[in-house]
């Protein structure tokens, strides 16, 4: 079992990293003027930002994927690192909201929960990665096509993540996986070490998402 936990641990950390490297391809692509002037105008000054991520988690229920999305936007240059920092304080505070929601929920419809359930990232997903495919395989617009690669590197992104939340669950459980970290409190040794996982595989975006998964 602990074998397998760390084959699922490194092949959704490979899954993350080529959902990361197809959107953030695709994005480079498709940024142009009216994109940026777009998300200018909705993430313009820290108050609007705050706003933008806290919606968007409170829909998407995660501030994981929020963040994720952010460093996106940042690696292909669409997104301002002031802007950024706006969305993902937001991001924190919906967080807080979707608790509320998700309580609310316990007292809703069927059709309701289905709904909250759709939105989860580890089901929107698949959808991501279903209409991605469908756009990149059957449209003959270019704009379309990149949209396309969009939503299949984001829905990949999110398994890879969702992949490595599962593999470090069990992990987690273990005496030496506990050992291991409990020693890295000390702040400086934590930060040697995120300095040395990034430089080994080469994106910080990555060892985010792995501290996300613990």
Known sequence: MNAISLVKLFGGLGLF????????????????EKLERTLEVMTGNIFKSITVGTLVTA???????TTVMVVG???????????????????NIGTTITGQLLRLDSGASASGSLAMQLLKPSVLCYIAVAIGAGFIMFSKKRR???LGEILLGLGVLFIGMSTMEGSVSMLRELPWFQNLFSAM??????????????????????????????
């Open 17 to 32: 990293l080529y959902g990361m490297l197809t959107m953030g391809n695709a994005l480079e692509k498709m940024a142009g």
């Open 59 to 65: 829909i998407i229920q995660s501030s994981s994927a």
């Open 73 to 91: 936007f940042v690696n292909a240059g669409i997104l301002s690192l002031k802007q950024a920092v706006g969305v993902i304080l937001g991001a």
């Open 144 to 146: 379309r096509k990149d």
């Open 185 to 214: 409190t000390n702040p400086v040794l934590g930060i040697l070490v995120g300095a040395l996982v990034t430089a080994i595989i080469q994106s910080s975006s990555a060892s985010v998402g792995i501290l996300q998964a613990l």
